[in-house]
């Protein structure tokens, strides 16, 4: 694979943010050195390279309800070496949409020899584990795991710790082009083959994401990124005295890191979950508040911005949904300790532009969770491990 080199890093305090670094070559040949003048502004990350990452990466697919060729089309797009964790909040009842896609999953496992496990989110096994491992947070009033995109990647990653992977990337289950999937997981292993700090985290870019209305139209920006990157970059400028923009992955919910960062992070429940990713790099690292872990104040943390060169389809689901995502994105950046009054009042006015606030409120707070660290993993593994089998796709592993 070719790529650009980062051009351009922005610093906030112990943070480095990369500017976007667009996908060259989702091929680039055989293993050959680059020239010398080549190197300079491009990376060549060979394919051996991008397997050894492959092999250390957990690539968890949170799914709800979604039409089963699609979901098929993806799993089949998570390169080989990778294992796959599906976490699944479908319905069991009346139609047993979980059982599908179990039954999928392990047609497909079974014909491609490969590693990949489902688990349902609302398994009772699972609310025990978490609560012998002390991480009751993401449990609701019947003991079982929250409704939640979030609540289902916290899961994803605990359980990519309990099975020792070093990295875990998201991709959501209703993409409609297996190949940019594929490129997705390349582009996550591209990102952590070019970071100095084991604190990395990569963030996906499409080049395009297109709109069928009277023909395709290809659309750059969604509307809820534009909104959320914007007040992103005030929060930073107004904290660094330099005007920036280069927040571009605000949204991103095909996103990796490595598992010492995913694991010392706090994260926000649903869709708040990609921008309180980032204000809580902000505020650990970013040097304003005191820093939050040491060791990965001494590295620093690395996020890598990657532009794809598939275009990002997927399924539409109306203006009411984007404002379901927007308020809470918006909601943990207004309420972060960070976030100065002009950048409040930017959210506040976006949020009434788009009607989705009246001028007198305010964002909610979204729901708050610790970092996975503070789950005791050996507890919460002995519980999970007598389960494991029955979780795995073919034979038990
Ligand atoms: N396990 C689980 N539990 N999965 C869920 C749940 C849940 O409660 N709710 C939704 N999902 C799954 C969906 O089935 C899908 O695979 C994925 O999470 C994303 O949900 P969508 O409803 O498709 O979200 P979106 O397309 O509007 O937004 C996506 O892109 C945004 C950035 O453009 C998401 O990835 C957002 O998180 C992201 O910010
Ligand atoms: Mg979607």
Known sequence: MRIEAPRYTERFGAVRINEVQKVLELDSGRARGLSPDEDIAVRKIEEETLKDFEQKLAIAIPIKNEKLKLFEGVISGVPHE???????????????????EKDTLKQYCHFTRRRALIIHQKDPVVARALEAGGYTDLLDEDGLVRNGK?????LAMMISMMVKKEYIGFIDADNFFPGSVWEYVRCYAAGFSMAQSPYAMVRVLWRYKPKASAGMYFKKWGRVSEVTNKCMNSLISVKTGFDTDIIKTGNAGEHAMSLKLAEILPYASGYAVEPQELVSIFEGFGGVLPFAHQAGAKHGVEVFQIETRNPHLHEERGVGHLQGMLVPGLGSLFHSKLCDSDTKQMVINELVNQKAIRKEEEPAMPRAYRPPTSLNLKKFSTVMKEHMASYYAINGQ
């Open 82 to 100: 990778c294992l796959t964790i599906v976490v699944s909040n479908s319905d069991t009842e009346k139609v047993d949409r979980f059982r599908m």
């Open 150 to 154: 979030a609540e289902g990647m916290l």
